[in-house]
């Protein structure tokens, strides 16, 4: 996965310290890595090009911050995810490694550049992510809105998948972002709800899972996807009531990875979860029937996003063929 953060037109985030919410906490443990989640290094040549791309088009990339397991494949393939809406998020989510603060105003000219990189590019599948931005009155639903209009008119043969904030407390902002017709609407409910407090503390775990609904009561033909995150203390039950709570919200493309902790200041893990429990986790997933499921310790929300677009409308018209 490959997160850009366009900040060409317009002023950037102010420097500030990365994590000041943060600094004051005692540092957590940290697990030593099993050798069967260690990746090959990044340094292959399409790598490297495409290393040279985003930093000659002055980029950011959240992959290089988040220290993302996948950056060497996903580069490789040059595969984009844009961020929007800035750099700079107004939670603290104890998983998360963005900076948090108080981000800059929107920049107005950011759908139509993202459109241009988007057709540049020629991909066929993007996915449009953002930070949290409790300060506007939509949660950024309009900014989601116009990107997409933008991508349409710009590549049109471009299908889009947005992974957006809960927008909580943003009375009519989900039905600006489904009005404007993504393929996929993602948004992930992330942990089990017993840890939202410790992990997720900004947000609310049954809003999430009502959004995720709410998105395929306003289009029953939009996919609907979230994600979650094994190995911060949830127990087995816990993850299997979640996977029945998206499946009632009518979730069809469900992703489980391992967390992985970026800085011992924050949230610890308390344990790494084996390829064969994701596989079986994959199993009973399937058997709960989602059209797709990724389960393994290196899935990503976006990980194989374009591979696992085709699958998933495979697996729909399939299911309609036997209906």
Same mark, same amino acid.
């Given at each position: 996965?490959?997160?850009?953060?366009?900040?060409?037109?317009?002023?950037?985030?102010?420097?500030?310290?990365?994590? *000041?919410?943060?600094?004051?906490? *005692?540092?957590?443990?940290?697990?030593?890595?099993?050798?069967?989640?260690?990746?090959?290094?990044?340094?292959?040549?399409?790598?490297?090009?495409?290393?040279?791309?985003?930093?000659?088009?002055?980029?950011?990339?959240?992959?290089?911050?988040?220290?993302?397991?996948?950056?060497?494949?996903?580069?490789?393939?040059?595969?984009?995810?844009?961020?929007?809406?800035?750099?700079?998020?107004?939670?603290?989510?104890?998983?998360?490694?963005?900076?948090?603060?108080?981000?800059? *105003?929107?920049?107005?000219?950011?759908?139509?550049? =993202?459109?241009?990189?988007?057709?540049?590019?020629?991909?066929?599948?993007?996915?449009?992510?953002?930070?949290?931005?409790?300060?506007?009155?939509?949660?950024?639903?309009?900014?989601?809105?116009?990107?997409?209009?933008?991508?349409?008119?710009?590549?049109?043969?471009?299908?889009?998948?947005?992974? =957006?904030?809960?927008?909580?407390?943003?009375?009519?902002?989900?039905?600006?972002?489904?009005?404007?017709?993504?393929?996929?609407?993602?948004?992930?409910?992330?942990?089990?709800?017993?840890?939202? *407090?410790?992990?997720?503390?900004?947000?609310?775990?049954?809003?999430?899972?009502?959004?995720?609904?709410?998105?395929?009561?306003?289009?029953?033909?939009?996919?609907?996807?979230?994600?979650?995150?094994?190995?911060?203390?949830?127990?087995?039950?816990?993850?299997?009531?979640?996977?029945?709570?998206?499946?009632?919200?009518?979730?069809?493309?469900?992703?489980?990875?391992?967390?992985?902790?970026?800085?011992?200041?924050?949230?610890?893990?308390?344990?790494?979860?084996?390829?064969?429990?994701?596989?079986?986790?994959?199993?009973?997933?399937?058997?709960?029937?989602?059209?797709?499921?990724?389960?393994?310790?290196?899935?990503?929300?976006?990980?194989?996003?374009?591979?696992?677009?085709?699958?998933?409308?495979?697996?729909?018209?399939?299911?309609?063929?036997?209906?």
């Amino acid at each position: 996965m490959v997160t850009l953060i366009d900040t060409r037109g317009g002023a950037p985030d102010a420097p500030r310290p990365r994590h *000041p919410e943060k600094a004051s906490k *005692p540092d957590t443990p940290r697990l030593a890595k099993p050798d069967w989640l260690r990746v090959k290094a990044a340094g292959s040549r399409a790598y490297s090009e495409t290393l040279s791309i985003v930093k000659g088009n002055g980029l950011h990339t959240v992959c290089q911050e988040a220290s993302c397991p996948n950056i060497g494949e996903c580069w490789e393939k040059r595969h984009a995810t844009m961020m929007i809406m800035g750099a700079i998020c107004t939670r603290a989510c104890a998983f998360c490694n963005i900076a948090t603060g108080l981000p800059k *105003p929107l920049d107005a000219d950011e759908p139509r550049r =993202t459109a241009d990189a988007v057709s540049s590019l020629g991909l066929e599948h993007v996915v449009i992510t953002s930070v949290d931005r409790d300060d506007l009155t939509d949660g950024g639903a309009a900014h989601f809105a116009e990107t997409i209009r933008a991508i349409r008119a710009a590549a049109p043969q471009t299908t889009i998948e947005i992974l =957006t904030p809960d927008f909580l407390r943003k009375d009519g902002a989900l039905e600006v972002v489904i009005a404007a017709r993504p393929d996929v609407f993602n948004h992930n409910l992330e942990t089990v709800p017993g840890l939202y *407090p410790r992990i997720r503390p900004g947000a609310r775990y049954f809003h999430s899972l009502r959004l995720l609904q709410r998105a395929k009561e306003l289009d029953p033909q939009v996919f609907t996807k979230s994600g979650m995150m094994v190995g911060l203390g949830e127990s087995r039950d816990e993850i299997l009531q979640v996977l029945d709570d998206m499946r009632i919200a009518g979730v069809d493309f469900l992703t489980i990875g391992q967390y992985m902790q970026p800085t011992l200041k924050h949230a610890e893990i308390k344990r790494y979860v084996e390829p064969a429990e994701f596989e079986d986790l994959k199993t009973i997933a399937n058997a709960k029937g989602f059209l797709l499921v990724a389960s393994s310790p290196l899935t990503r929300s976006s990980y194989h996003a374009g591979a696992d677009f085709t699958r998933l409308s495979a697996a729909r018209r399939a299911l309609n063929a036997r209906a």
